[in-house]
């Protein structure tokens, strides 16, 4: 058999690399991922807007590399995605450092300092072109940034400088307020995708992004009173353990203000939030969506589901099973794995719609409440989901007795309410409002609402307290005030 040796043309597959959709804060990760790999404990990224001409430098105290060794990690390929790595490589195809980087600029260089002994290499894309062959320099000196100096200091360590930025990265053209949203941007992204190792969940790590320490982000907020965490499952595939664990996180109405609500929600918000995470070696590979699982019909992101979120630890090494892209953003699990996935997502998505249905009123682990208790009813028919009001509920049987013969116009009534319930209105205004419940009550409507619910109260039949019937009825009433209950309790003692 006759070979033919084709060599691709270095200018047109530099080109090619540079557009494979990294953006600034996940090309920034792919180089935490090389920091982590070797060992480093503490990662400084420099970010210059530079009167519209950006500037990056990305310093760790890592290991560092020799000549042999930063030339390797300079070629395009490297080891390859069959290589085995150790267990805290979270590289795979040999070409984060370089795609990452030239994706967001046109020369990127690599000092790095190993036992006291510095050596440096660039790519420049134009010198490439220029050239036509895969050419690589040799600075004279180092690019002139701050972090360069701390390099010169450190025993071991490598830095990276990506300059002259261009329209394909996500740095360039922007103005100094839209440059400065971008670092928060890459702060966050940075929080999320490393917080376990900021965490000290992994291998312990602090990133610091322009003299600030960045802080974890816990995607399930196990810290919080009110979130559910379900049964771990621990399923093996192709002789390796998948570790699965969901998390039904708080409504709203748990967190004590808007502000800790928004920061528990995370990069892009709560309904983009919600699904699966994939950590891949305790590194976040998929931070949301549901894996195009769901059966017949794929899940899609829910208003229902927004509290849903499910952790899968893959371990290192079944990265072409679960389809994870060079970014390490996407992954897609294994046939077999599938069905059981689906299982377990149901259980977690059904917790949670039950929780963002009685809006956290549950607590921690109690279940939505009883039949009877519960005041409004779903009923699923043939043709639609129906919404009826509970003739069981204890207020409304008090003011059918009070009505004896005429009770039969209450239910009327009732019936009336319950078909013409405005459901898609309803759902229209929460998705505008992101799941926002009503406003605080003022004092005024305070008082009127606490009148009106003394009445009722004092009809209810029961040999509970007065203090525990109300419970029971203010149990329906979403993030019912502590003031309002007083105001209600006051009037009936009063009253009795």
Known sequence: MQTVEIIPSASALMQSLRGFGYSPETAVADLIDNSIAAGATRVDIDIEWNDSDPRVAVLDDGAGLDGDALVFAMTFG??????????????RFGLGLKTASLSQCRRMTVASRQDRQTVVLSWDVDEVQQRGRWVASI??????????????????????????????????????????????????????????????????????????????????????????????????????????????????????????????????????RQGFYVYRGKRLVVAGGWLGLGGTRAWSREESSRLARIAIDLPLGVD???????????????????????????????????????????????MAPSEDDALWIAESTASRLRYRINRAHPAVRAVAERLNDDAKVLDGLLALIEISVPVERIWLDVSEADGAGAPPLGSAETAELASRIASL????????????????????????????????????????
């Open 78 to 91: 490297g080891a390859g995605p069959v290589a085995e790595r150790p267990e805290n490589d979270l590289g």
């Open 139 to 272: 600075p004279d000196e180092l690019p002139s940034v701050p972090l360069a100096e701390r390099l010169a200091e450190q025993p071991n360590g490598s830095l990276v400088v990506w300059e002259r930025m261009d329209a394909i990265g996500g740095l360039y053209g922007l103005d100094k307020e839209a440059f400065f949203l971008r670092i928060q941007d890459i702060r966050a992204h940075a929080a999320m995708v490393f917080h376990r190792f900021i965490g000290g969940d992994a291998q312990r790590l602090a990133i610091v992004v322009n003299g600030r320490p960045v802080l974890s982000w816990d995607p399930f907020q196990r810290s919080h009173p009110a979130t559910i965490t379900m049964p771990t499952e621990r399923l093996r595939h192709s002789g390796r353990m998948i570790v699965v664990t969901p998390h039904v996180l708080p409504h709203r109405d748990r967190f004590g203000n808007d502000a800790e609500y928004e920061a528990a929600g995370g990069p892009g918000g709560w309904g983009e």
């Open 320 to 366: 072409a099973e679960w389809r994870i892209d060079v970014r390490k953003s996407l992954a897609r699990p294994p046939a077999t794995m599938r069905s059981r996935l689906t299982a377990i997502g149901t259980v977690c998505r059904e917790r949670a719609r039950e929780v963002f249905a009685w809006r956290g009123n549950q607590g921690r682990r109690r």
């Open 457 to 496: 109260l004092s009809a209810m039949p029961g040999d509970e307290s007065a203090s525990d019937r109300l419970d029971n009825l203010l149990r329906q009433l979403p993030g019912a005030p502590t003031s309002l209950r007083q105001s209600i309790l006051k009037l009936v003692e009063t009253t009795a």
